[in-house]
């Protein structure tokens, strides 16, 4: 069963211009404007313009109207899509939805009369040009970016460490594992917003709401631990992380990776939450003032933008992709592929690590919308709903002050010292992952035990790999390691066991539970070359903190080139993990590099990792959020 829908919409065009409908089916262009349904309007009809299209009983549709202008196109305003749904009692419908960008007037199962369409749209008429007549009046942005100007940065987990004491309390300080508590900078009034990571009872939920605000500028969200785990350790993990790291499991019913409605509504729900909490003003106790920026921060906030951009269309919108961001041939097989994408396009300003990533988001917005990007004084954009979204590419900064501090603090040259003095007279190879498949730990060992077996008699006894294992931050709402992580560390300990069975000692592993930033640095420094075998990781420090423990002898490093500061480490090895002679010739060089060769081949790497500073680094994307909405300002 068909059913004929005819759509009107009042518009006030230019000479040449063509007005269009565009939704989620192939007959109103599947998104792409220039072959949406072409309406049609008459000098007695005008500024109603008018189209017929039919649907399969039953289709729910979603659409806007655009202009197409001169090889432009202009879309109607706002992130929610009009819909509406054919149903199986009716031969035709008649949808009015108004003025473009208005609000629909009404839905009638037969055509409207001459005169009752007149009628509407003249009362329509006079309020468009009454509400035009108040906008008129001159706008300003003056924005300026000083030290009073405030940025709400929204992140899955606040930037503190809780630790349990007695009496039900907590002992609160600075977790610098995660990325925005380096993102501490003077020169604006940073202001937090996310989950604690822990689980707080509600009557003590005000004090510590209180607690955090007055010491470190932090807005907790306080979530249930089952809410926190469904959304955070499943939904993001499980489902999210692999897609955006390019792997597509073929998922079997119950398991974790297999898809559920009801834990991306959990998901939408947590966005909703957070986004609530960044926009409430200072009035109603929240971070929020009039003029501040919101900075959202990766892959688990992806919702975040649209929410925002709801509630506060005027607010300025930043969002940074920690991550890497997948190509069009696997993010498309999220069932929510549109629903992120439209989100991602509320924000003023995207950024991305790499261009490769951008250039992956940009054929995405082509591909699933049909939006392409174009670039205006140097800066590349994509049009959505009448808006620019800015889209720029720079790889995340370096804590370097702190680090360099940590690196000469008393504690680590201690620790320093001991180490030296445990592997006097040997090579140390030194790692640092996370335990994760996608850290290729197994590949390391395997061609670590291809170098020993090929060269024992050169590095029998002489050649040792230290591998520290780090605990995921995000894993959010489990105090211990995922099933999945568990059997990883699992493999790994065995395949460690077995090749220290052949040759004693050679392999040494630091489990999670005994790594920190203070035991990485004192092996850093030690390490004669820093080994990284990476599949595919996004954000990953570890590089950068071996540069900053071993400047003084100028330690080489072999890492991925799949890990994704690979490409700004100039000077260090380049190697395909999965090619394991590839990985044995390359460690083999940097163990025999001469120290002439080494202040040649990495003096300009030390120097740009002691320069990129991450503050330097969040002043630009401050900046950029900035501008994108001022080019906006009408």
Request: include cysteine.
């Amino acid at each position: 069963l068909y059913i004929t829908v005819t759509f009107k919409v009042s518009v006030e065009t230019e000479w040449g211009d063509v007005i269009a409908i565009t939704g989620n089916l192939p007959t109103l262009g599947s998104w792409k404007p220039e072959k949406g349904l072409k309406l049609e309007t008459k000098d007695d009809a005008y500024p109603v313009w008018s189209g017929n299209t039919v649907l399969h009983s039953g289709t729910t549709l979603e659409y806007k109207y655009v202009i197409l202008r001169h090889g432009q196109v202009i879309w109607e305003n706002g992130p929610v899509n009009r819909t509406i749904k054919a149903g199986t009692g009716t031969e035709m419908l008649v949808v009015n939805d108004g003025w473009f960008n208005g609000i629909r007037v009404d839905i009638q199962t037969s055509a409207l009369s001459p005169q009752d369409s007149s009628t509407a749209i003249s009362g329509q008429l006079d309020a468009k040009k009454e509400q035009d007549a108040k906008e008129s009046k001159p706008k300003s942005m003056s924005l300026e970016i000083t030290p009073s100007t405030g940025v709400v940065i929204v992140s899955a987990l606040l930037p503190l460490k809780f630790t349990p004491v007695a009496g039900g309390s907590w002992a609160i300080e600075w977790d610098y594992t995660k990325a925005s508590a380096k993102l501490r900078c003077a020169a604006s009034s940073f202001k937090y917003v996310g989950w604690p990571g822990v689980v707080v009872p509600e009557k003590d939920q005000p004090a510590l709401r209180e607690r955090l605000v007055k010491d470190f500028g932090c807005y907790p969200v306080f979530l249930d631990h089952e809410t926190a785990f469904n959304v955070f350790d499943t939904f993001c993990l499980c489902i999210l992380q692999p897609v955006f790291h390019h792997i597509i499991e073929l998922a079997e019913e119950g398991s974790e990776s297999c898809w559920h409605w009801d834990r991306w509504h959990d998901f939408e729900r947590v966005n909703k939450l957070f986004s609530d909490a960044a926009l409430t003003p200072v009035a109603q106790n929240g971070p929020y003032v009039a003029g501040d920026r919101i900075w959202v921060l990766d892959y688990e906030m992806m919702l975040v933008p649209q929410y925002a951009f709801r509630k506060l269309p005027s607010a300025s919108i930043g969002f940074s992709f920690l991550s890497v961001f997948p190509s069009t041939e696997v993010f498309r097989v999220l069932p929510v592929r549109i629903e992120l994408i439209c989100s991602l396009l509320c924000a003023d300003l995207i950024s991305f690590d790499l261009f490769e990533y951008a250039r992956h988001f940009l054929h995405c917005c082509s591909r699933l919308l049909g939006l392409e990007h174009r670039s205006i004084r140097g800066l590349i954009g994509v049009d959505f709903n009448g808006r620019r979204v800015n889209v720029r590419c720079g790889f995340i900064g370096f804590d370097v002050a702190r680090t360099r501090d940590m690196c000469e603090s008393s504690e680590v040259l201690e620790l320093r010292q001991q180490l030296q003095e445990e592997f006097r007279g040997k090579k140390v190879l030194v790692a640092c992952d996370t335990v994760d498949r996608l850290s290729g730990i197994g590949l390391k060992l395997l061609a670590f035990e291809a170098l020993m077996r090929t060269s024992s008699r050169v590095w029998y006894g002489k050649l040792v790999l230290i591998q520290l294992l780090r605990k995921p931050y995000i894993t959010y709402a489990s105090r211990e390691l995922l099933p999945f992580q568990q059997r990883e560390l699992q493999q790994v300990e065995e395949m460690a066991a077995s090749i220290n069975n052949s040759f004693p000692g050679s392999v040494r592993l630091i489990p999670p539970d005994q790594e920190n930033p203070k035991l990485r640095l004192a092996y850093f420094a030690l390490g004669d070359v820093f080994l990284n075998t990476s599949i595919r990781t996004g954000l990953d420090w570890s590089p950068f903190e071996f540069v900053m423990s071993s400047q003084a002898k100028m330690a080489p490093l072999c890492v991925s080139e799949f890990l994704g500061c690979s490409r700004v480490l100039s000077g260090s090895y380049s190697v395909n993990p999965w090619n394991v002679d590839c990985v044995v010739d390359a460690v083999e060089k940097a163990l025999q590099l001469a120290p002439a060769d080494r202040q040649h081949r990495l003096k300009r790497l030390y120097q740009f990792v002691a320069n990129y500073d991450i503050d330097r680094w969040a002043q630009s994307i401050l900046s950029d959020i900035h501008n994108a909405r001022k080019d906006q300002a009408p």
